[in-house]
């Protein structure tokens, strides 16, 4: 196990090179950012003071070099270190994620194995159809949705507010519109996976023996049809982190996706180059998780 | 069966974990404590006066800051930290200001004279600051830009409460630019102290205002508390609470719920809001100009101006162009009566606003006569012309507007977006034929507009984007910019406005209406703004004046 591990960690060092040089260059495509650091009338002179200091003035390579040594740097807006910047937004970002995957594994898993469970009942024909408008439905929308019925209409909730992003009554909104569109496609997933299972000879042969319908599915079939679903709950959070852009620039949340869509709209590189560098650690680690919980779900593909 | 209840366990964990996380955060204000709370799109830039370019940071640094002199909302100096507008002194071009006793700033030291000097020398340092064309015309400005000396020998601490400020000749807007939040007095040691702990002066700033620093959390909130050792008297307010709420919608709900004493309004909904609670709105005209501008020169291998393209050659297609747009209904149904057709360029409000200038009004028959009296009938044998803009949806409706007026009297654009600083670059390296611009007044003065904007020197990205070049207007504009002669300056300002209006450089389009929502309750706020005030922030307004009656 621990070579298995050592050998996928050491598989992902090229992919986080790959993924510096790509925003590197990336964002040196999209120009200089000296314009938006100096006034408009700055001289010539004043132009290269700021280059010096923000060391834009150096070769490429020595630029690249110190991100490959993950010194980020100042940011060109705040003036503050973007590992701090960063960070301070992650926490807000991780309890959104944290919750909106509680919300999706739970209903979404639930929703799946009772509609495998009642197969073409009018519970799985209304949840195949909450799944395919679950897909269908933009973050950002469902989020504005939500606020003009909870909190506009019927003044259940709080509007967003940026000034108490870890008070639960404000993580609701961000939370749910976050989760639900997970949730859709694991309980599709899990419906599937299970039905598939619910066909192997084992579990004919079980049924043969008399074992009760809820034990078959909850100890044979389910522990079964986990690998995909934990494949897709994986990649899932990976994608709740990147969806959370959206959502918490609807509902005000502070977080990773706000800090840089700001970024890039004050061009501010460091930023940008932090947050990327988070969000694919993050995704390294999540598939890292996730190929490790394989082998604890199904031994053969530890040995493969 | 033990997976499932592993998933079950793991399930319980995370949601442990996520209960963990949420944390209860103690108010910035207690419950009988009032802050005044203003919506921010996004956080500002910086709150360090040195490093202001944008509306949203001066609103903020000028609670927290003053300067010597200040405009009212007659536009009109008044004095601030100074205690009294002082007068210029020909003989050596000279100010001399005479400081208010016992100005205390934050940190509860007197404000005094070295202050002054300290604040404005390092205005003067290009390394921290991005507003040195403030203090140019200084003596000694120029040597200390370069880093020849050390120190300006044009600012002058003549004791603690008198300090003096010599210029290189006559400039009548030194003391409009002084105005400006950027040439406020901050303390020496608060800056030391933020370098000394690795942090910057923006993200702890020290002044003399109403109001001081107390906490700023990005892209959630910036917390200000009443000083009451104010020079203009305790602030009737508590505190000020900046949130950052990036949806325009929300903003508007959560004023409508009574959370915000101030903000915006979202495009789409100014008519509604203003037939249904007309009581709430606001309304202020605003110093600004947008315009299409129009590339006039260029320089050729050798450096001698010439005519760029067809239209910097064509008078009468630049006419034609100005004679096309129906501004009315860009102002009304575009811009849902937010701006009114812009007659000329100065915006009316701005002193040595000339009522009686008056542009091309919308004509499509005199359009169509100019395009065939150009040489091309109908547009017959005319090229499209890209125009070029800011990528923002409510331009992008402006231009797809001028667009349609345009085609209509046969004259064909193609509408070509940029994200802002790659649009500022292209007009600035490679200017394009057409574009659309807005300027926004720094200080009420004529020359902000058509010295800075149209003289030969200020030629591309210091301010002429157009390249507009002519002799003529050069040596009236250096004539202006010499004397103290408000009238003569005025005058001179005025012809030079009518001949730009004569060669169309710019395609003038509307002057800006500053609308936005205020609660009922809050007093001492809408009366005191200024055309120099943009946005929902209240630039200008003394917050000190300011209270609420709820």
Redesign the interface.
């Given at each position: 196990m621990l070579t298995f591990v050592l050998r996928r960690l050491l598989q992902t060092l090229p992919v986080l090179l790959g993924i510096i040089l790509i925003c590197f260059v990336l964002l040196r495509l999209?120009?200089?950012?000296t314009?938006?650091?100096?006034?408009?009338?700055?001289?010539a002179?004043?132009r290269q003071?700021?280059r010096e200091?923000f060391g834009l003035d150096r070769p490429w390579y020595e630029q690249l070099g110190r991100y490959l040594r993950f010194d980020l740097g100042l940011s060109y807006?705040?003036?503050?270190p973007v590992a701090q910047?960063v960070m301070?937004?992650a926490?807000v970002t991780?309890?959104l994620t944290?919750?909106a995957?509680?919300v999706a594994?739970?209903l979404g898993?639930t929703a799946g194995m009772v509609s495998a469970y009642r197969p073409n009942s009018a519970f799985d024909y209304a949840a195949a159809a909450a799944a395919s408008v679950g897909v269908s439905i933009p973050a950002f929308w469902l989020a504005?949705l939500l606020?003009l019925l909870f909190?506009?209409k019927l003044g259940w909730l709080p509007?967003?507010?940026?000034?108490?992003?870890?008070?639960?009554q404000y993580?609701v909104i961000p939370v749910v519109t976050l989760g639900l569109i997970s949730t859709a496609l694991i309980a599709r997933l899990t419906r599937g996976c299970m039905l598939e299972t619910l066909t192997q000879d084992y579990v004919r042969t079980a049924q043969a023996k008399g074992i009760g319908r809820m034990k078959m599915l909850?100890?044979h079939a389910?522990?079964n049809a986990?690998v995909p679903i934990v494949t897709v709950i994986g990649t899932n959070l990976a994608g709740l982190l990147t969806g959370a852009v959206l959502t918490e620039?609807?509902t005000?949340m502070?977080g990773l996706g706000?800090?840089i869509y700001?970024a890039i709209?004050?061009?501010d590189h460091p930023v940008i180059m932090g947050g990327c560098l988070l969000f694919a650690v993050v995704f390294i680690a999540v598939n890292l998780a996730v190929d490790i919980l394989y082998g604890l779900?199904d031994p053969r593909i530890r040995h493969a | 069966?033990?997976?499932?209840i592993a998933?079950v366990v793991a399930?319980a964990v995370?949601?442990a974990?996520?209960f963990l996380?949420?944390?209860?955060?103690s108010s910035d204000f207690t419950a009988s404590e009032k802050p005044f709370r203003f919506p921010l799109t996004?956080?500002p830039?910086?709150l360090d006066p040195v490093m202001v370019?944008d509306v949203d940071s001066d609103g903020i640094v000028q609670k927290i800051f003053s300067t010597l002199v200040h405009y009212n909302k007659e536009l009109v100096l008044e004095p601030g930290l100074a205690e009294a507008v002082p007068e210029w002194t020909p003989a050596d071009n000279s100010y001399t200001f005479k400081l208010r006793k016992g100005v205390k700033f934050h940190n509860g030291r007197e404000m005094k004279a070295a202050d002054v000097k300290y604040s404005w020398e390092r205005l003067l340092s290009?390394?921290v600051s991005?507003?040195?064309?403030i203090l140019t015309e200084v003596k000694g400005a120029q040597e200390l830009?370069?880093r020849k000396t050390q120190a300006c020998e044009g600012l002058q601490v003549v004791d603690d409460y008198t300090f003096k400020v010599t210029l290189t000749g006559p400039s009548p807007t030194f003391l409009p630019k002084i105005a400006m939040c950027c040439a406020a007095v901050i303390p020496k040691e608060a800056v030391d102290q933020a370098d000394q702990s690795r942090?910057?002066f923006?993200?702890h700033p020290v002044g003399t205002g109403p109001f001081r620093f107390v906490a700023w959390?990005?892209?959630?909130?910036i917390v200000l508390r009443r000083f009451d050792d104010y020079y203009g008297g305790k602030p009737k307010l508590d505190g000020i609470?900046y949130?950052?709420?990036?949806?325009s919608?929300?903003r508007l709900?959560?004023f409508l719920?009574g959370?915000f004493e101030v903000t915006d309004i979202p495009f789409g909904q100014f008519k509604r809001i203003r037939g249904e609670k007309p009581e709430l709105v606001s309304e202020n005209p605003a110093l600004r100009t947008n315009y299409l501008g129009i590339l006039m020169n260029k320089k050729d291998e050798k450096g001698k101006i010439v005519p760029a393209g067809l239209l910097g050659s064509n008078a009468n297609l630049r006419q034609a162009l100005n004679c096309a747009i129906n501004r009315a209904y860009l102002c009304d149904a575009i811009l849902e009566g937010r701006s009114v057709p812009a007659l000329s360029i100065l915006p009316h409000g701005m002193p040595g606003h000339d009522p009686k200038l008056v542009g091309w009004s919308y004509n499509p028959e005199k359009a169509k006569a100019l395009l065939a009296e150009a040489g091309y009938p109908e547009g017959k044998g005319l090229p499209a012309f890209p125009l070029y803009y800011r990528k923002d949806n409510d331009i992008e409706k402006v231009v797809l507007a001028i667009q349609n007026d345009l085609k209509a009297v046969g004259i064909n654009v193609e509408l070509r977006s940029l994200e802002w600083?790659?649009f500022?670059?292209k007009v600035?390296n490679d200017p394009p034929e057409l574009f659309y611009m807005g300027w926004v007044a720094d200080f009420p003065d004529p020359c902000n507009f058509i010295e800075w904007l149209f003289h030969t020197n200020q030629w591309g990205?210091?301010?002429n984007e157009t390249r507009y070049s002519d002799p003529e207007v050069d040596k009236l504009l250096d004539a202006a910019k010499a004397s103290m002669d408000q009238k003569f300056r005025f005058e001179t300002y005025n012809k030079v406005e009518k001949k730009l209006l004569e060669d169309c450089n710019w395609v003038l389009l509307e002057w800006r209406v500053n609308y936005i929502l205020v609660q009922p309750y809050v007093k001492g706020a809408k009366e005191q703004l200024s055309p120099l005030d943009v946005g929902p922030l209240m630039n200008n307004v003394d917050f000190s004046k300011v209270e609420m009656t709820r």
């Open positions: 999209s120009g200089d950012p314009n938006l650091l100096v006034s408009p009338h700055a001289s002179q004043e003071l700021v200091r807006q705040q003036q503050r910047i301070e937004a926490v991780a309890r944290l919750g995957m509680i594994v739970a898993l504005m606020i909190s506009v509007l967003p507010s940026a000034s108490a992003p870890g008070e639960l993580l909850l100890g389910l522990p986990l620039t609807a005000s502070p706000r800090v700001t709209s004050q061009r779900l | 069966m033990n997976r499932v998933i399930l995370f949601a974990i996520f996380m949420l944390s209860h955060e996004q956080d830039p910086t370019t290009p390394d991005k507003r040195t064309e830009l370069e942090s910057t923006s993200q959390q990005s892209n959630r909130k609470l949130e950052v709420v990036p949806e919608q929300t709900d959560r719920k959370e600083g790659t500022l670059k600035y990205e210091p301010g």
